[in-house]
């Protein structure tokens, strides 16, 4: 949707200064809405034992994460390169989760080495680990019990978690080889704006982890409902009733676990807190007429794969162009893809070569899932401050980035003469 009216109210009058003297593409975010929404969720359950882990993945700057971590937010990583950027930045011990899937035994090691809450997300990985983390902790496979909850419907094609019939079984397991505290984790929604749905889904592993803790013996010390919380990427759709969801989370908590011992609750949004509070500021290079009305963007969706790869809506706008009558067209990158398109049909002020068009809602899983085919790099990252400076956080790729892993000289690997010797 619209980036928010106080980020554009910031931005806009700083915006074609910022592109005279710095160019474009890059993507901008609005450090006082992502500490906004972080705070806010805070607060909903202020007094409570609640901690939110920022899902790295979703925006993985240092600047981003040192600004989450000074909030009191957790980072939730999921590979060892995230660990290390958590360490970085200086997230210690249980401020990190490692929920991670299809994993091996020494990225775990690693994890359990800083402290990390681990994530198992299946027997089998927790068979092979040597060493015990202090906490151990079971991924609950989508199991379809929350009845009306369309997001449980896929349960019979997850790759994620352990089957809610194996739980109790882990945990018994878990405590045999000394474990002696618990926490447990499920995350089923994806982007999902409908409060009720996420609240059942939640609902749900509070309760089966409730269930499975006593059937196991095993106390619980924190239940971690995961990230998937949506943000309205279209206009008219409303944003996630965030303070509804945490109530709907702790009247299900305190129905599973009526006594003093009350389990915390964990966190791992991404997209729910930044996703909103970034824009891709780009130029029109182009403006032709073929099948289609073109408008050619000088950043391509090696800057935002959404789009092209999930069919993803990103609202796209020309704040400076509003008087101008309105065109229908697709906006488009450079890629040798037709897939590459930040909107197919969308009408819009009729862009001109040189307008500035922003693609909003680019603070989340934008700039991180991009790449780097056909060599048309990944933009830098932009923040505006909470005083209202325009820093550079991340600069634009190079050819030497972009060359940077090639060997000019080929390195022996295995030499066709051995099989002579
Ligand atoms: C991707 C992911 C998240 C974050 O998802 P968002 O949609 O960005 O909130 C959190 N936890 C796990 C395990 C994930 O895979």
Request: with cysteine; hydrophobic share 45%.
């Given at each position: 949707?619209?980036?928010?009216?106080?980020?554009?109210?910031?931005?806009?009058?700083?915006?074609?200064?910022?592109?005279?003297?710095?160019?474009?593409?890059?993507?901008?975010?609005?450090?006082r809405g992502i500490v906004a929404t972080h705070r806010a969720?805070?607060?909903?359950?202020?007094?409570?034992?609640?901690?939110?882990?920022?899902?790295?993945?979703?925006?993985?700057?240092?600047?981003?994460?040192?600004?989450?971590?000074?909030e009191g937010s957790g980072l939730d990583c999921a590979s060892p390169?995230?660990?290390?950027?958590?360490?970085?930045?200086?997230?210690?011990?249980d401020a990190v989760v490692f929920?991670?899937?299809?994993?091996?035994?020494?990225?775990?090691?690693?994890?359990?080495?800083?402290?990390a809450l681990i994530t198992f997300d299946d027997r089998a990985f927790f068979d092979r680990v040597d060493e015990l983390p202090d906490v151990v902790a079971f991924r609950v496979a989508p199991h379809g019990l929350a009845a009306g909850s369309a997001l449980m419907g896929d349960a019979t094609r997850t790759k994620f978690g352990v089957p809610a019939d194996e739980l109790a079984d882990a945990y018994r397991e878990a405590r045999r080889r000394g474990a002696r505290?618990?926490?447990?984790?499920?995350?089923?929604?994806?982007?999902?704006?409908?409060?009720?749905?996420?609240?059942?889904?939640?609902?749900?592993?509070?309760?089966?982890?409730?269930?499975v803790a006593a059937s196991a013996g095993v106390p619980l010390e924190y239940v971690n409902v995961g990230g998937g919380l949506g943000i309205p990427y279209r206009p008219g759709e409303r944003p996630f009733d965030f303070a509804a969801y945490a109530r709907a989370i702790l009247a299900q908590r305190d129905a599973s676990f009526p006594g003093p011992d009350k389990p915390k609750i964990l966190m791992e949004c991404g997209r729910y807190v930044t996703g909103p509070h970034g824009v891709l500021v780009t130029t029109v290079l182009n403006r032709s007429r073929k099948a289609r009305e073109i408008a050619g963007l000088d950043a391509s969706m090696s800057a935002l794969m959404r789009p092209g790869f999930y069919g993803?809506?990103?609202?796209?706008?020309?704040?400076?162009?509003?008087?101008?009558?309105?065109?229908?067209?697709?906006?488009?990158?450079?890629?040798?893809?037709?897939?590459?398109?930040?909107?197919?049909d969308r009408t819009l002020p009729d862009p001109r070569v040189g307008d500035i068009v922003l693609v909003h809602d680019t603070g989340a899983h934008g700039h991180a899932m991009g790449f780097t085919y056909n060599g048309?790099?990944?933009?830098?990252?932009?923040?505006?401050?909470?005083?209202?400076?325009?820093?550079?956080?991340?600069?634009?790729?190079?050819?030497?980035?972009?060359?940077?892993?090639?060997?000019?000289?080929?390195?022996?690997?295995l030499s066709a003469a051995r099989t002579a010797s």
């Open positions: 949707m619209p980036a928010s009216e106080e980020f554009t109210a910031r931005l806009l009058p700083l915006l074609r200064e910022v592109v005279a003297v710095y160019g474009t593409p890059f993507h901008i975010y609005d450090a969720m805070e607060a909903a359950f202020a007094g409570e034992p609640f901690r939110q882990y920022f899902a790295v993945k979703a925006l993985p700057n240092p600047s981003v994460l040192r600004l989450l971590l000074a390169v995230e660990l290390e950027l958590a360490a970085r930045v200086g997230a210690e011990g929920t991670s899937n299809n994993t091996a035994p020494q990225e775990y090691a690693l994890a359990r080495k800083g402290g505290r618990f926490g447990v984790h499920g995350m089923i929604c994806a982007n999902e704006l409908d409060v009720g749905r996420a609240a059942r889904a939640a609902a749900d592993v509070i309760e089966l982890g409730a269930a993803a809506y990103h609202h796209a706008t020309l704040p400076f162009a509003d008087d101008r009558a309105e065109a229908t067209v697709d906006l488009v990158g450079a890629l040798c893809e037709n897939m590459d398109k930040f909107a197919e048309r790099l990944r933009p830098p990252e932009l923040l505006l401050t909470d005083d209202g400076d325009v820093v550079e956080i991340r600069r634009a790729e190079t050819f030497e980035d972009y060359t940077a892993t090639a060997r000019w000289r080929p390195e022996p690997v």
